[in-house]
């Protein structure tokens, strides 16, 4: 079965750090915005939304999912995932699984939402990687009556420019690489029994979701 470590309350804040908010365009060239800012702005309207009272729990889980779609960089993040397995595939075999994978992302983070209990997000670092990538490095810290002040995780995202946006292709928590953690199972999946059966294991997985 495939499953997602630490599925907790702060995957919420994670990707929704990332997540809300329409994509944040790179400005002219001679004064380019640098990924903590993008960083920071989202956090920003993240938080605003999460902490909007007007909004269902239903509604915040649709924001997520649509919103997710536009900001996150599948493409990179299906393939990061997939390592070595994924230039084995075919092109039609590619395209199922990236649609497959974008859906179990999605699916897996969007009812964390219903969790939120007024957590707040501290911007601490930034680093460039190689690729020319960006890592914001950021806190989740409790506020009011749960744990004010304290660290409760740190969460990093990995972003890359393309297109005039920057996107998100990786998040970890408190050490734990999303990717990495997809890649560790999803090759074991294509040793044993390739894209067939990662496939199945997905499309079950999605479909269990949706209900």
């Known amino acids: 079965m495939i499953k997602t470590r630490r599925i907790v309350l702060v995957s919420a804040l994670a990707l929704l750090s990332v997540c809300f908010g329409s994509a944040i365009q790179l400005q002219a060239a001679d004064k380019p915005a640098t990924p903590r800012a993008v960083i920071e702005n989202v956090v920003r309207e993240a938080l605003a939304i999460l902490r909007d009272t007007k909004l269902s729990a239903a509604d915040k889980r649709e924001k997520v999912q649509q919103i997710a779609y536009d900001n996150l960089n599948f493409e990179v993040m299906s393939k990061l995932s997939l390592g070595r397995y994924y230039k084995t595939l075919t092109g039609a075999q590619q395209s199922q699984y990236a649609e497959a994978f974008k859906q ?21 670092a930034d680093r460039k990687e190689a690729d020319d990538d960006w890592t914001v490095l950021t806190e989740i810290v409790g506020t009011k009556d749960n744990k004010p002040g304290q660290e409760i995780a740190k969460v990093d995202y990995r972003l890359r420019g393309k297109d005039n ?3 998100v292709i990786d998040l970890t928590i408190d050490g734990v690489s999303m990717v990495q953690n997809f890649r560790s199972q999803f090759q074991e999946i294509m040793a044993s029994g390739g894209i067939d059966k990662l496939l199945q294991l997905l499309r079950e997985k999605n479909a269990a979701n949706e209900k």
């Open 104 to 124: 179990h992302v999605t699916n897996t983070y969007r009812h964390t939402t219903d969790h939120y209990t007024d957590e707040d997000v501290k911007i601490t």
């Open 165 to 167: 946006q920057w996107k």
